[in-house]
Every structure is written in C-alpha cells, then in structure tokens.
C-alpha cells in the first residue's frame, strides 16, 4: 500500500522557467553584495567553511568563494554549499515581496487530497531544505508548505543515487515499496527504481516523454488504489 508520496519540484510541481529565470537570476545577481553584508552572520560562514571544504582548499578568502560560487551557478553545479546561500538570498527576496512561486495548478488540489487520505508527503529536491520550504509557503496559490511532512535535499544524498531513496523511505518509516516517487527526470526515477520505489514520470506541457516508467501529464493523472497506482 502507497504510505508516503516524495515529489521532485522543478518541472514537477513548479515550472522550470521559474526556477532558471526568477530564482537562480536573482541569486546570482545578489549573491556577491549579500555575501559582503553578512559574512559575519553564523549560518554564512558555515556554508563559506563548506564551499572551501568542497573546493579542497581551505585557504580561499570570501572574495574567492564568491567568485566560485557564481562561477557554479553558471555550470549549474549542485553543491551543498552553493544551495544553502541561494536559500538564504532567496529568503530575503520572499520575505521582500520580489516574487512568489510558480506552481502547477492541479497541485494544490492533489496535495489536499493526499493529505485527506493519510498520505505523508515530502519533498526531495537539490535545492536546500530552506529553499523548499519558502517556495511552498510563498507561491501563487497561498501557502502550501503545511501540506508537507518532511524535506530532503542534497544532503541525503545525490538524487541519482539509488542510496538516497533508500534513506528516505527508512527516514519516513516506510518500506520502499511503500513510497510512490514524483519526478521529470529519468535518471532520478532510474534511481528510485532501482531503491524499489513505486515512481511516476511527470510530463507537462510538451515536456519530452521519459521511457521506463509510468508517466502523467498533471497530478490529476495519478489515480492511487490500495498498492496500485495507476496512470493513463
């Protein structure tokens, strides 16, 4: 019987245009000053100590870290360090009114109805969990983060890595078959395949069709009966 459902977010709740063109150009184009002002601040010199750490060199100056950083923002790299700054720059734009979060609309619907079932839900996503957090309570259609369980990031591990999804299901105390995994990306839904985790390919707006797996066009599509889950 499905017990918990783990959502990826971009290109599966959220579009992906809001991710690359509000998000990621907002936090590159404020991270250098918002580095500069907060350097001193506790949770800004531990994710400078993790750049370094990631890096392999302990003796980068903030300037230098800086410069990495944005250099890996343009390579898209999914380093730890680099989300949990982009999740603090992005806090303060949510807290500022500078945007909301893009989310499809048959996902509030969905998440409702999975919740009135008793189904736990939970993210996984390479954004941090901080990140995720402020998405969901700051989109388009209200705050939807207490429609959430739990929040995995890179963290728990890479999300092509079968390991990873093995963690979260025992995290939410569930078997791995217990688990139905949401996703646009093949190689993520590979890996939760091979956890032995129920999985539906999500496919919206044109999106190219994924081989290998069940596949959706909306959340609505997912029909969840008992230990099956059945999709068009």
């Given amino acids: 019987m499905v017990k918990r459902i783990v959502t990826d977010?971009?290109?599966t709740t959220t579009s992906i245009s809001f991710v690359t063109n509000t998000l990621?150009?907002?936090?590159?184009?404020?991270?250098?000053?918002?580095?500069?002002?907060h350097a001193g601040e506790a949770r800004v010199a531990v994710a400078l100590d993790a750049a370094r750490a990631e890096a392999g060199d302990p003796g980068l100056s903030d300037e230098a870290v800086i410069t990495l950083w944005l250099r890996w923002i343009d390579e898209d790299r999914k380093a730890t360090s680099l989300k949990a700054i982009?999740?603090?720059?992005?806090?303060?734009?949510?807290?500022?009114?500078?945007?909301r979060s893009h989310v499809y609309p048959d996902v509030p619907g969905a998440l409702a109805r999975w919740k009135a079932r008793g189904l736990?839900?939970?993210?996984?996503?390479?954004?941090?969990?901080?990140?995720?957090?402020?998405?969901?309570?700051?989109?388009?259609?209200?705050?939807?983060?207490?429609?959430?369980?739990a929040w995995f990031d890179t963290t728990t591990g890479k999300k092509?890595?079968?390991?990873?999804?093995?963690?979260?299901?025992?995290?939410?105390?569930?078997?791995?078959?217990?688990v139905l995994f949401l996703s646009d990306v093949k190689a993520e839904l590979d890996a939760a395949r091979a956890a032995g985790?129920?999985?539906?390919?999500?496919?919206?707006?044109?999106?190219?069709?994924?081989e290998g797996h069940p596949t959706a066009r909306t959340f609505d599509d997912i029909v969840i009966e008992g230990d099956a889950v059945l999709v068009p």
Wanted: net charge negative.
């Fill in 9 to 11: 977010i971009e290109g």
């Fill in 24 to 37: 990621f150009v907002h936090a590159r184009r404020a991270l250098p000053s918002f580095v500069r002002t």
């Fill in 86 to 99: 982009q999740g603090m720059i992005w806090e303060e734009g949510y807290h500022a009114g500078a945007y």
């Fill in 120 to 149: 736990g839900i939970a993210v996984f996503s390479s954004g941090s969990v901080l990140a995720q957090k402020l998405l969901f309570a700051h989109t388009i259609e209200g705050d939807l983060s207490g429609f959430f369980d």
């Fill in 160 to 178: 092509a890595d079968p390991a990873s999804y093995a963690r979260i299901a025992a995290a939410l105390e569930v078997q791995p078959h217990e």
């Fill in 197 to 210: 985790l129920l999985r539906v390919a999500l496919v919206r707006y044109g999106a190219p069709p994924i």
